[in-house]
């Protein structure tokens, strides 16, 4: 089975475990199929390319509908490559579930686009404090100097601006899966998870499972929600 799977953010709600409140995300994660492999002997390494969602065949481009075909799979929306747990194989066309990648308890890394807020000021972007609100002020939530005259002379690269916020690719460490109910192919996931709803995420095996820290949230986690 692949170490990931796609899903859409449903939303946010919240559950009751062992009398505490917890704040979830919903996520409908599958079902994929499988829509090719890469092998150690001919591409370098092992993965499994999993497609999720529906798209209309005359806006499919050509190539991706040939490999639709080859797979007798429906064209989907998205394709994402995933690394295959060790020692384990798939085939073409197969249903990926959630279930069959995760259980309650495991450590999950969630990759997701976050919300666009279009062009704003360094207030909001950079979380600049701002100047004094008080009469006779002239500026408010301006950016302030940007540097000096002399020397340099210019505004230095990567200076902290306004500009476009958001709608940047984010990924969330270590979050916890509360349950998982696979007759709706739904996962409930500890917090917040990034982009809108109805938005694509990616969920992978989480690359912190393996430290100290990671180890140890593993444990709780396992001992709290199995």
């Known amino acids: 089975m692949p170490k990931g799977i796609i899903g859409k953010k449903i939303g946010m709600t919240k559950v009751f475990v062992n009398g505490k409140t917890i704040p979830v995300t919903v996520i409908q994660a599958g079902p994929c199929n499988v829509a090719y492999t890469r092998t150690q002997e001919k591409d370098g390494y092992n993965a499994v390319a999993l497609a999720f969602g529906e798209r209309k065949e005359k806006n499919t481009p050509k190539p991706l509908l040939a490999i639709f075909k080859k797979a007798n799979i429906k064209p989907a929306k998205v394709i994402k490559e995933f690394p295959l747990k060790d020692g384990e194989t798939v085939e073409l066309g197969q249903e990926i579930r959630i279930e069959n990648v995760f259980e309650k308890g495991d450590l999950v890394d969630i990759t997701g686009k976050s919300k666009g807020r279009g062009f704003t000021s360094v207030m909001k972007r950079w979380d600049f404090a701002g100047f004094p609100k008080s009469h006779g002020h002239r500026y408010h939530r301006a ?34 899966v509360v349950d998982i109910i696979p007759e709706k ?33 593993l444990a709780k986690s396992k001992a709290m929600y199995a």
Not at 148 to 161: A, D, L, S
Not at 164 to 174: A, D, K, M, R, S
Not at 188 to 217: E, M, W, Y
Request: with cysteine.
């Open 143 to 176: 950016v302030g100097s940007i540097g000096c005259r002399t020397e340099p002379g210019r505004v230095w690269k990567t200076k902290r601006m306004a500009g476009h916020y958001g709608n940047e690719t984010v990924t969330v460490l270590g979050l916890e």
């Open 185 to 217: 192919n739904v996962i409930l996931v500890k917090g917040s998870v990034p982009g809108a709803p109805n938005s694509t995420v990616f969920l992978k095996q989480s690359v912190i499972a393996d430290r100290r820290k990671g180890k140890s949230k």
